[in-house]
């Protein structure tokens, strides 16, 4: 008997219950969601999460072995969202984007940027939208894979945002801190649903959708891959080894006959930009290729300084040997974020140039490729080559970037 009433009460507990879920359901979820919807679609220009982020890039680039992972889209629109949020800084005025300007490649127009609290950078903030696709180059090509930062401390755009978020003069705030900002904003909720089903965030989440954002960004639309793309279409070639063969002729000025004799120069550039062209390669291009496979030194002593008030890669690793080496970055969009150098020291590519020309310092740890004109780090270039080179790195601009809604500001204010 006992036993029966036993089971009755707790039948009648359970359909109490699941009564009681289901006007949950009716009360409460439907017009919630109603609501987040409302919240979100009041705080934006249009529903982030549906943006298309894939990217097809030449395929000169393709076939030199560059492959695109394409972005995750929602995750990469709900990135977009925490790229520009201030929210997520300790006094509420600072965002990635604050740093990183889309007008300038998403690198900053000053030497050190404006951080929480009015603190300022300790170095100057690097472009993101200076490789032809974020997710590509820094992935492991032909054996290499370049890191982040000036000195290359951190292995990717999540490890990077960790100690970003962190950094006192930068965000201020650890992850913790920031999930707790996200749960306060009334337009998450809607996006973090739409993403990942729910909207219980996570560090890792916020992490991965940052790296998913910044992760599809990339810039192939310059005057130098039209070029390059022109130059394959010029040779009627079956294999990619010969494609290989060819492009790196042309990008090296290599001694393939075929280039010499039937093209004198990139297709489609000035006789000043291919005389540019001939100077980068011959002193440049190991160091600092906007064509990925090509680059083969990531870091290096570039004799900025014979005593380094900030020791770079030496800071971390405490050998004398790393004094002075920095990040050797690829160049795309170079004309777009000066100033330059690790601590923004140059303020136009002129003064680049002729530091490169006349200035070199010869530091213990200056780069063996600093030395390729036997032995004087100095090039000596004349006005003329300066004028050429610099023409040059400016068929490194790709405008497409600057202006692509899928990276601006997703916020209606
Ligand atoms: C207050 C300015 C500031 C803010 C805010 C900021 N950054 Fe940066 N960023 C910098 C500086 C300065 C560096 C170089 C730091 C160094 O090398 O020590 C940098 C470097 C980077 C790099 C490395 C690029 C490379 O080529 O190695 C990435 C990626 C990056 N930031 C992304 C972000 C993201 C994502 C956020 C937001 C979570 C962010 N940044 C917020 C200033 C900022
Ligand atoms: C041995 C490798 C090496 C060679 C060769 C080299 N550079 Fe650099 N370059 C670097 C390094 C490393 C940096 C960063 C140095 C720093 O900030 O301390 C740099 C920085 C730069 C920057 C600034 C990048 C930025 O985002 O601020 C420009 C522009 C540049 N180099 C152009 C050139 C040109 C043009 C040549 C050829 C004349 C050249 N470099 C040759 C290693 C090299």
Redesign the pocket.
Known sequence: MKKAIYILSLALALLALSCSQNTDVLIQELPNSAQEFLDAEAAFNGIPTEGNYHRKIPSYLNVLGMHVAQADNQKAGLGRVLFYDKNLSKDSKISCASCHKQSNAF?DNVAFSVGVEGNLTSR?A??LA?VASFSAHYSNIRGKMPLLF?DERASDVSVQSRQTFANPLEMGMEMADVVDRIKAQNYYPYLWRNVFGDFEPTEEQVLECLQEFVGAMGSHNSALDNSLEQAMELFDVPTITQIDTIITAFYYGGSDTIINTVVAGLPGMSLSQNRGRD??VA??T???SPVRPFQE?F????G?DMEYSDK?LANLTGKSTDA??????S?RN?AF?A?????GR?KT?QE??DF?SEDVKPHPNL?A??L?NGGDPN?HLTAQDKQD?IAF?HTFSDGVIANDHRFSNPFKK
């Open positions: 690198s100057n690097q472009p200076n000036w100077i980068f002193n440049c190991k160091c600092h030194v870091a290096a002593c570039n900025l770079g002075g080496v920095f990040k050797s970055p160049l170079i974020t100033p330059y150098m690790h601590d140059f590519l680049v140039v490169y780069h490729e600093m390729r090039l080179l790195l």
